[in-house]
């Protein structure tokens, strides 16, 4: 954890709040912090800051003081086809840490329909693996995510209230080439929305659709790449160029 993230309500009124768990030990045992140090702290969803460690016993209480706004939402968001549970389970701290805006985890024809029933979708576990990313990007945006089993219905009928979109990219291997000059072209508030198929691609149909709905194919070449390989080969290409 580069930042120790804390929930709105651990605040009180007096700036101090209170950790334990995984986080209380992390300060201990990993950044080796005691009584009278200070260490990095933000709240979800708002201010970064530094805090001085009043206690160390079973919890540590903390003195925070707030300096750094909140950081501005990342102008890439993720239609990602939901992959095999234990790949999603991977997938939620490495998205949270590369920065995305919001996460649209959809059906699609090679998607197995029983992956929807797996407990890495409940909420809990989601915001779980979403922190763990941001503690390690040392960011307190937290990624809005949602679900849809229907993915005709969410790119014909639902897409559209997500944007507005500068670029819509459809991940596809050997089609179409990696837009940098187009990305690098866009308005500075421009944002931009990538598909990313399941592992075994999207299917003709659903390239059309997509196609129709202005997605543009794009590619990182010829190779065939796992779901979580290619969200981080797109999606760090995507964010090295719009900064």
Known sequence: MNLILLEPDEIQADGTAVISGKRARHVREVLQAAEGEEIRVGVVNGSTGIATILEDAKQLRLQCNWSGGISPVPRVDLLLAMPRPK?????????????????????????????????????????EGLVEGLQQARDTRLPQVSLHKQFKKLVEDQLDGFGPYAARLVAHPGDGVFPREKLAALPAAGRVLLAVGPEGGWTPYELELLGAHGFEAVSWGARTLRTDTACVVLLGLVQSVLG
């Not at 998607?111 to 809990?124: A, I, Q």
């Open 87 to 127: 790949v999603m389970n991977r997938l939620w701290p490495v998205l949270a840490s590369l920065g995305v805006g919001r996460i649209l985890v959809s059906n699609a024809w090679k998607t197995e329909r029983s992956y929807f029933d797996t407990h890495v979708l409940e909420p809990e576990h989601i915001r």
